[in-house]
């Protein structure tokens, strides 16, 4: 099946500080990729389309100068999360479709973020 | 708008027995997909199965099979002969027109020896 990967796994850092989390597809180009927040014993929620040579978009709710996202290749996607609070540690989680309009999603290993 | 609604937080099996997770969803269109993904204790999402709405057949992957039942939106997954490395958090998903997917709040799956 087709991989994705993310980096780094796990990150702590001090309150104030910003992390970049990075998405790439191995295997694949993916013009598309998908930002998931789950936080402990909840489900994924999405948080922002990254759209590969455009703007991405955000759910409602999301603060997008907080949680930067760039699509710079079709193979890489990032996400930076500015000025980090204690609020926002959780697992991020990455996917992306093998192929445009496919809907089986291949999903990164995911990132630990914890806020002090 | 597109819900995907899990109504059992929690479930246990026997190992070797058979385990039926419940999912029911809502939607109003006619051709489309629904999954299943596992997320064991390494929070590793994968996919278990997945259905197409137009197949009149149940998916079935191995152990792992699927009753879909399309007039009652109801998609529940069934996991025979359960061996402990099942025990995990159980998704039903459902696809967004623009791609993402949408998930159930989950199952969490625990075998007992």
């Known amino acids: 099946g087709a991989v994705v990967s993310q980096h780094p796994s796990w990150v702590i850092c001090k309150s104030g500080t910003s992390v970049k989390i990075e998405c790439r597809s191995l295997?694949?180009?993916?013009?598309?990729m998908f930002w998931y927040r789950q936080f402990p014993k909840q489900s994924l929620m999405l948080m922002a389309t990254?759209?590969?040579?455009?703007?991405?978009?955000?759910e409602q709710g999301v603060e997008k100068d907080k949680f930067l996202i760039n699509h710079a290749s079709l193979t890489l996607s990032t996400l930076t999360v500015t000025s980090a609070h204690p609020e926002d540690s959780s697992f991020y989680i990455c996917?992306?479709?093998?192929?445009?309009?496919?809907?089986?999603?291949?999903f990164g290993p995911g990132t630990r973020l914890l806020v002090l | 708008a597109q819900t995907v609604t899990q109504s059992q937080p929690e479930m246990s099996v026997q190992e070797a027995e058979t385990v039926t997770l419940s999912c029911t969803y809502d939607?109003?269109?006619?051709?489309?997909?629904l999954f299943w993904y596992k997320q064991p204790p390494s929070r590793q999402m994968i996919l278990v199965i997945r259905?197409?709405?137009?197949?009149?057949q149940n998916a079935t992957e191995n152990r792992f099979s699927v009753n879909f039942q399309k007039a009652a939106k109801s998609f529940s997954l069934k996991i025979s002969d359960s061996q402990l490395g099942d025990a995990a958090m159980y998704f039903c998903?459902?696809?967004?027109?623009?791609?993402?997917?949408?998930f159930g709040k989950g199952t969490k799956l625990s075998v007992k020896p």
């Open positions: 259905q197409e709405a137009y197949k009149q």
């Open positions: 998903a459902y696809p967004r027109s623009q791609g993402n997917l949408i």
């Open positions: 996917s992306a479709p093998r192929r445009q309009g496919q809907e089986t999603q291949y």
């Open positions: 295997d694949f180009q993916a013009t598309t």
């Open positions: 990254s759209n590969e040579g455009s703007k991405a978009t955000y």
């Open positions: 939607t109003s269109e006619s051709d489309y997909y």
